[in-house]
């Protein structure tokens, strides 16, 4: 359910109670959507948030009292903007679905169905982001076909659009050319009317041809009529378009004295395609051929393979053979890369090649990535084979090939094109005479080894203790010396490089290991305290456990037994639990601590206050300390906003009787406010980093 976007869903959520909406955020980045929440606690703080911020959606609880699903409702439809509502629902019967659609609602959310409600809550996000998108092309196909009328306009080319037979607009050249001082003189007019008695016939025909949807011959020879009746030869041709959204044909007229000879014609627009150095198809055309391909990529699922290359060393070489010859090698080059492609395919059009730079060449190929592949090891050992004589010398090159096999997931000119010339680039840094393709397909297949393999190191790392615990001390600021420590879990690869649980976690959840792992960490750690306790140095280690630990009714018998079999206090043991998973499962959290307090171990509730109404949840739940998120001790120096957001922290959990822990703790400055705004205890960097040993001295 990740969503790929970059910026996070502003959510407003309309909800009688805090934890409910909560909930209901915690739900979604679960999911993997990031969420920026509102929270409206009255209809004018409702009308005020959509007026002044960005909403991508809002999200009512049909059975709100504090502000009701039908003033809701109306606000939104009333505010002007593309807002979509959905509505919170426990249960749902027909006649609740009616009203909810009756008010505008776009979609229902269950509550109780998670699938359905992250389904619709990301299909409307997407519907959204899709209007937005077609908002914003709709503007920029105005100004484009306000641009295309500027030139159209501007045109030499007697060029008409068409349309059931009808002109429904011309330029001025077309005007000129059959004596007409403005488009009103033929507006509406039929085409029929400028085309000579004797060819009307065989013209009626190929218009009724081109109303079928059949495809327009590149150029029709037939002798046209102007306003006073006199008749001139004239070639046609004809191409689809669009016009203010009606489907047409663009014609464009051209006197036939100036295309005397339809042969000559043909080899002029054969040349215009082409290099005039190599004879093989010009940059222009073969980009022109290369958008094709994407759009049929795009349409029909079919794949084709995108190939940049370069001959090795051009430089030197063509300063052997003297720049006079430049153009004999490039050609030389360009008659190996022909011979090297099947003639079949050349002849079906399922290979183009095109001189694409001063030295660089591109092929195109319809085929999957072994087709691509095939051809371009062909190129690489024909090219390495050949012998080319150039200015009374003769030699060999080799050629560096990037490419990218197009597929629908990469449908995209920019996105080819860039991604071939990174692997070209990636082959010419290697020492050339190299082949480098990237397959989308080959990357999906490469991620889903690169998860099984983290699967097995994980599972190798419980087995064989692979796992480190690094310890970063908390001090007091009130200058108490209890040493604490909190434990960071890393991963050994055996190195001596350690991985961060943020490279793996997520990995680790998915297949189901994030039990195991808590585990060995609460065993490792009560073996570190019984350590220090041995040498005569009683220390207290805090350890983040996941919602997995949460909901794992034997853990804390787990917790105690390890404690009773070194003979310690639970006191040396602060287990560590976020706010957004204690709202969304407070009963299991309330049952844990009451399980673990038996023991004596301690709670702490970290990234607190980044929620709806952080303090509304110390009525249900109360830890021993709370960690303050890390987003209010960033720059804190240099933000009066989190300074005072701190202090009010500070001075409530002080009144409740609960400790307070900032981390993150960056500088000196930063020390001196959190000292001053009465917090108990300061972790970070600054003070120390994590490490393998517990030896900081806390006496200083």
Known sequence: MAQKKDTALRLMLVADLVNEAEAVVSR?????????????????????MLAGQPVDMLLADYAAVVLPFEQVAKAVMGCGKDVPLLAMLDGITDDILENVQALGAQAVALRDRPQQFLKNVQTEWNDLEARRSQRRLEAQMRE????????IDSSREPIAYIHEGMHIRANQAYLEMFGYESFDDIEGMSLLDLVAPGDVDAFKTLLKSLSKGEEAPPRYELTARDSEGNSFP????????????????????????????????????ELRKRDQATGLLNRPTFLHTLEEAVVDAAQSRQQYGLLLLEPDNYQRYLNEIGLDSADDLLAAIAHGLQSTIDTQQLAENSVHVARFGEHSFAV??????????????????????????????????????????????????????????QCLQSSLGVGGNHIEIFDPSAVDRAEEERIQAWVERLRDALINDRFLLHYQPIIHLMGEPRPIYEGYLRLDFGTGETVSPSSFMHIAEEHGLLGEIDRWVIRHAIDAIAERKQAGKDVTVLLKITQSSLQ??????FIGERLAEHGLSGSALLLQVPESKVFINLRAVQDFATAIGQYGCQMVLEQFGAGLDSFQLLTHFQPSFIKIDRSFTEDLAKNSSNQQRIRELAQKAHDMGIQSIAEFVQD??????????????????FLAVAAPTMNYDFDL
């Open 144 to 151: 484009t076909q306000r641009r295309c009328d500027m030139l």
């Open 364 to 421: 195109l190929i319809r085929g999957d990535h072994t087709v691509t592949t095939t051809l371009a090891e062909r190129i690489r050992i024909a090219a390495s084979e050949q012998v080319f004589e150039v200015g009374g010398k003769s030699g060999t090159i080799t050629a560096s090939i990037g490419g990218v096999q197009i597929g629908e997931k990469n449908a995209s000119v920019t996105q080819a094109m860039a991604k071939a010339s």
């Open 28 to 48: 979604l980045r679960n999911a993997g959507i990031a969420v920026r929440p509102l929270r409206p606690e009255s209809m004018d703080d409702l009308a005020d």
């Open 668 to 685: 000196a400055a930063s020390m001196t406010i959190l000292f001053a705004s009465g917090i108990s205890y300061a972790e970070g960097d």
């Open 234 to 269: 004239a070639v046609m041709e004809f191409s689809p378009a669009e016009y203010q959204g009606e489907h047409c044909q663009q014609v464009i007229f051209r006197h036939q004295a100036v295309e005397v000879d339809p042969e000559l014609a043909r080899e002029l627009e």
């Open 552 to 557: 794992d009714d034997t853990l804390p018998g």
